[in-house]
């Protein structure tokens, strides 16, 4: 993640982002992220907002084309954030998915929002998520955190479970004696967001974080 305004003048170097690169090409993920934008990285996952995009791509293209014109373009996903109306993510050579926000219940704080999404995306998909899987859980997150008002607030990971959608047959969590948790919290903690995760071009085994 690159949060400073001036180039070069935070963690994100020329050479940082050589290594990135390097990495990708290793087989590692890489999500980049970055206040100034996005079009001097080089080709790796990118997480950004519907201004990023529009800078990176043609003025009068509709969202949809230009996240699927960008992720085909630099042959990774690319993930955009769409405040109030959730998140948007594309796979090269795949039409976009959409992924709602949470309603908004109370007042809300927006501080850490961001980054929680982009924490949250980057971890999901390094567990061998889909990628509307990592949107689900980086939407859950989200909206725990923007409802923690005066703080940069936190999500747990009994917390996203909960408000994560059931798989097909799958009961609704049950309290753990603590008041939070479920059987899903746990296989979110310690494993593949579905279970076993086959492998194959669609669904790639684990993968670390670079």
């Not at 090269?92 to 007042?107: F, L, N």
């Amino acid at each position: 993640m690159d949060q400073v305004d001036l180039p070069h003048t935070g963690v994100i170097t020329p050479p940082v982002l050589d290594a990135a690169q390097e990495a990708q090409a290793l087989g590692l993920l890489v999500l980049a992220d970055s206040r100034r934008g996005l079009d001097h990285f080089p080709h790796l996952v990118f997480k950004m907002n519907a201004a990023e995009l529009a800078r990176m791509t043609a003025s009068d293209w509709s969202v949809e084309d230009s996240i699927t014109n960008l992720a085909n373009r630099n042959g990774r996903p690319v993930f955009v954030t769409l405040a109030e109306r959730g998140m948007l993510g594309a796979e090269p050579g795949r039409p976009p998915e959409h992924v709602p926000a949470h309603p908004v219940r109370s007042p809300i704080d927006i501080v850490g929002a961001g980054d929680s999404v982009t924490a949250n995306l980057a971890a999901a998909l390094a567990a061998s998520a889909t990628p509307r899987e990592a949107m689900q859980i980086a939407m859950a997150a989200a909206s725990l955190v923007i409802h923690q008002l005066g703080t940069t607030g936190t999500a747990t990971t009994a917390q996203i479970a909960n408000l994560l959608p059931l798989r097909e047959g799958e009961a609704p969590p049950e309290p753990s004696p603590g008041g939070r948790g479920s059987a899903r919290a746990a296989r979110l903690a310690t494993g593949p967001i579905d279970g076993p995760t086959p492998s194959g071009p669609d669904r790639p085994s684990p993968r670390p974080l670079a």
